[in-house]
């Protein structure tokens, strides 16, 4: 669903462009004795930048109101009105709005039929027919997707063929907007399904067996089962949380080490950890867990099978624009060629699910050249590498911290967490 959702974001870029383009030469040749060329185009982009932004948030009153104002001034014409499907008036900027009664039908045979209408002036009834601004209007359907959702009224002082294609032009860019916030609103409901999905998979066998762990601490160490029933209270309320789709390194380090620190409890010296953390990249914005389904898979695919059991070693380090964040383990490791299968059928096999995810959503979010890399071999452990950039637009951390007020968080110091030291559990 999401490279749909790329594709058809690329394929409105494209009719945008061609779009505003037809925008160009109406405006160019209806304005030159206004000024030049250049003034004409350079005016019509200022304009579209403007009204594009409001209509992105969906067809609402707020939106028709910012967007009707700045059109009006672009196509210098009469009136600019905006409705929704049913036909309501959200919004009408210009003169003549004594007349928007008179257009109410026309308005609804648009919406049923999905056709333009064209309405003049010596067909309604006016009390000051010489006076009046309006001479035409022109009603276009607003169709985003293949459905209708409201209409463009634009209301001309002349009639004229010119002002029938500009409103045409103009409506199909404002459905090209509504159709990228719809868009926009699928590929953030499928990131929070994406983020379900993962806390879905946080493995039950782990939740019971660190209540069994601490339970059997309760008599005969009750300071340290106290201290692990925080780290799993913590654990718990920070990876099944409702807000947010990214958070910092910094967070999602501080998670894996409380799920690491519950897990030593059940694997005592099987399990050895060493985290290396360049203090510079603890502030870089990443996906909302996006590494503790890494380190888990190390734990019960690479190390629990291992006699022995093994090391899981976390890096995340400088690299330039980006930091470089790896999740290592020295555990039983699997053929390469089965894991790239097991990646790129996931969704069908049930298998490494986890991984997969979280390679789909890094590509989602920062494109294709920034999905996984992972090393393996049967015998030789597994190596699961991530590039994030430092800054991406549109990219930037929600921090919900439980009990702690908004402006307690913008002052709050970063995570104490170890800088380029090794540690061992």
């Given at each position: 669903?999401?490279?749909?959702v790329?594709?058809?974001?690329?394929?409105?870029?494209?009719?945008l462009?061609?779009?505003?383009?037809?925008?160009?030469?109406?405006?160019?040749?209806?304005?030159?004795?206004?000024?030049?060329?250049?003034?004409?185009?350079?005016d019509?982009?200022?304009?579209?930048?403007?009204?594009?932004?409001?209509?992105?948030?969906?067809?609402?009153?707020?939106?028709?109101?910012?967007?009707?104002?700045?059109?009006?001034?672009?196509?210098?014409?009469?009136a600019?009105?905006?409705?929704?499907?049913?036909?309501?008036?959200?919004?009408?900027d210009?003169?003549?709005?004594?007349?928007?009664?008179?257009?109410?039908?026309?308005i609804?045979?648009?919406?049923?039929?999905?056709?333009?209408?064209?309405?003049?002036h010596?067909?309604?009834?006016?009390?000051?027919?010489?006076?009046?601004?309006?001479?035409?209007?022109?009603?276009?359907?607003?169709?985003?997707?293949?459905?209708?959702?409201?209409?463009?009224?634009?209301?001309?002082?002349?009639?004229?063929?010119?002002?029938?294609?500009?409103?045409?032009?103009?409506?199909?860019?404002?459905s090209?907007?509504?159709?990228?916030?719809?868009?926009?609103?699928?590929?953030?409901?499928?990131?929070?399904?994406?983020?379900?999905?993962?806390?879905?998979?946080i493995?039950?066998?782990?939740?019971?067996?660190?209540?069994?762990?601490?339970?059997?601490?309760?008599?005969?160490?009750?300071?340290?089962?106290?201290?692990?029933?925080?780290?799993?209270?913590?654990?718990?309320?920070?990876?099944?949380?409702?807000?947010?789709?990214?958070?910092?390194?910094?967070?999602?380090?501080?998670?894996?080490?409380?799920?690491?620190?519950?897990?030593?409890?059940?694997?005592?010296?099987?399990?050895?950890?060493?985290?290396?953390?360049?203090?510079?990249?603890?502030?870089?914005?990443?996906?909302?867990?996006?590494?503790?389904?890494?380190?888990?898979?190390?734990?019960?695919?690479?190390?629990?099978?291992?006699?022995?059991?093994?090391?899981?070693?976390?890096?995340?380090?400088?690299?330039?624009?980006?930091?470089?964040?790896?999740?290592?383990?020295?555990?039983?490791?699997?053929?390469?060629d089965?894991?790239?299968?097991?990646?790129?059928d996931?969704?069908?096999?049930?298998?490494?699910?986890g991984?997969?995810?979280?390679?789909?959503?890094?590509?989602?979010?920062f494109?294709d050249?920034?999905?996984?890399?992972?090393?393996?071999?049967?015998?030789?452990?597994?190596?699961?590498?991530?590039?994030?950039?430092k800054?991406?637009?549109?990219?930037?951390?929600?921090?919900?911290?439980?009990?702690?007020?908004?402006?307690?968080?913008?002052?709050?110091?970063?995570?104490?967490?170890?800088?380029?030291?090794?540690?061992?559990?």
């Open positions: 669903m999401t490279d749909l790329t594709d058809h974001a690329a394929t409105g870029l494209l009719i462009v061609a779009l505003v383009g037809g925008l160009f030469a109406l405006l160019v040749r209806r304005r030159k004795s206004e000024g030049s060329v250049d003034d004409a185009v350079l019509a982009v200022q304009r579209l930048s403007k009204a594009a932004p409001a209509m992105r948030s969906g067809l609402t009153e707020e939106a028709a109101d910012q967007a009707a104002k700045h059109l009006v001034e672009m196509l210098k014409c009469v600019i009105g905006i409705t929704d499907a049913s036909g309501t008036l959200l919004s009408w210009g003169g003549a709005n004594e007349h928007y009664e008179d257009l109410t039908g026309a609804d045979l648009a919406v049923r039929n999905g056709q333009r209408a064209h309405i003049h010596t067909n309604l009834s006016c009390d000051q027919r010489s006076r009046c601004p309006m001479r035409t209007a022109v009603i276009v359907p607003l169709i985003p997707d293949g459905q209708v959702e409201g209409t463009l009224i634009v209301v001309g002082g002349v009639n004229s063929k010119r002002l029938i294609r500009a409103a045409d032009e103009v409506a199909k860019f404002v090209i907007q509504l159709e990228l916030a719809k868009l926009d609103e699928s590929k953030q409901a499928l990131a929070k399904a994406e983020v379900r999905m993962l806390r879905a998979q493995s039950p066998h782990f939740l019971y067996n660190a209540l069994n762990s601490i339970s059997s601490l309760i008599r005969t160490d009750p300071e340290r089962a106290r201290d692990l029933l925080q780290e799993f209270a913590d654990f718990t309320r920070y990876s099944f949380r409702t807000s947010g789709q990214f958070t910092t390194l910094a967070e999602e380090l501080r998670n894996i080490d409380r799920y690491l620190t519950i897990q030593s409890q059940r694997y005592a010296d099987r399990l050895n950890v060493r985290i290396k953390i360049a203090p510079e990249v603890l502030s870089v914005v990443v996906p909302f867990l996006v590494l503790q389904p890494l380190v888990e898979n190390a734990v019960q695919h690479g190390l629990s099978p291992k006699p022995g059991g093994g090391t899981i070693t976390v890096v995340a380090q400088d690299n330039g624009n980006e930091a470089l964040i790896s999740v290592e383990d020295d555990g039983v490791g699997m053929d390469a089965r894991l790239f299968a097991d990646l790129r996931a969704h069908k096999t049930g298998s490494h699910v991984i997969g995810n979280i390679n789909q959503r890094m590509r989602s979010v494109g050249e920034y999905a996984l890399m992972a090393e393996t071999a049967p015998g030789a452990g597994m190596k699961v590498i991530l590039r994030v950039p800054f991406f637009p549109g990219v930037r951390p929600d921090l919900p911290k439980f009990g702690v007020s908004e402006d307690e968080q913008q002052d709050s110091p970063a995570p104490d967490l170890p800088s380029q030291v090794s540690q061992s559990r």
